[in-house]
């Protein structure tokens, strides 16, 4: 079975420029969870998504959004980008809600310039 | 919000057992202990949960104190390539949402 793949894996961008992220989750899986990891504050939830909705979503502004299609398939689009958005974009997958075991990709390198 | 506390760095001889530590004083009756780790430049990988009995599986072993307020992680043998981030969650089982620490940095040194 595939894993989580994360495209693109690398990207550079400008200031005032706007990103979507893609992930698409191991076959089955219907949740996805997004995360952003900087240096300064690690590892820092974004949202998750459920069959298409929002289930969660951590203490980032509304320039962060993201949504899941009817395949699992997901999204992430970050609008005005700012220098601090550069980060590394991680995307875990599980089966359900309320599972033991995320499963994570390879994650996106994003360089705001 | 992160809820765990570990420290920054250990190192641990090749062969020997790591034991890495985690507080979580404040950690409720319904909220579970998780481990994960992120070896360089890798999305973090699962090792092993619990909620109040010691665990154990084929990477590694939890203990978790009577009160619940800490535990240790536990890689018997550890190798070079167990050299990664160590990350302590507390969650409730109920949502994906998994909230990472600053983690331990844990060097195998042959």
């Known amino acids: 079975k595939a894993g989580v793949t994360q495209t693109p894996r690398y990207l550079i961008k400008t200031r005032g420029q706007q990103v979507t992220l893609s992930c698409s989750p191991i076959?089955?899986?219907?949740?996805v969870s997004w995360y952003q990891q900087t240096p300064g504050q690690g590892l820092q939830f974004l949202f998750e998504?459920?069959?298409?909705?929002?289930?969660n979503k951590g203490n980032f502004p509304g320039r962060f959004s993201g949504r899941q299609f009817s395949n699992s398939r997901s999204e992430m689009n970050v609008s005005t980008l700012e220098l601090g958005d550069s980060a590394l974009y991680l995307c875990?997958?599980?089966?359900?809600?309320?599972?033991?075991?995320?499963?994570f990709g390879p994650g996106t390198r994003l360089t705001v310039l | 919000d992160a809820k765990t506390t570990q420290p920054p760095s250990m190192d641990c001889a090749e062969g020997r057992a790591a034991n890495l530590p985690c507080n979580h004083s404040?950690?409720?009756?319904?909220?579970?202990v998780y481990w994960y780790r992120q070896i360089h430049s890798q999305g973090p990988q699962y090792i092993i949960h619990?909620?109040?009995n010691n665990e154990t599986n084929e990477m590694a072993s939890l203990i978790i104190t009577e009160d619940r307020k800490s535990s240790t992680l536990i890689l018997p043998h550890a190798t070079l390539r167990d050299t990664a981030v160590y990350y302590c969650?507390?969650?409730?089982?109920?949502?994906?949402?998994?909230?990472f620490g600053t983690g331990t940095s844990l060097t195998v040194i042959p």
């Open positions: 076959s089955g899986h219907r949740s």
């Open positions: 619990g909620l109040k």
């Open positions: 998504y459920f069959s298409e909705t929002q289930r």
């Open positions: 404040t950690i409720s009756g319904n909220e579970y």
């Open positions: 875990a997958s599980s089966p359900g809600l309320a599972y033991n075991e995320q499963f």
């Open positions: 969650i507390v969650r409730v089982a109920v949502g994906n949402q998994f909230y």
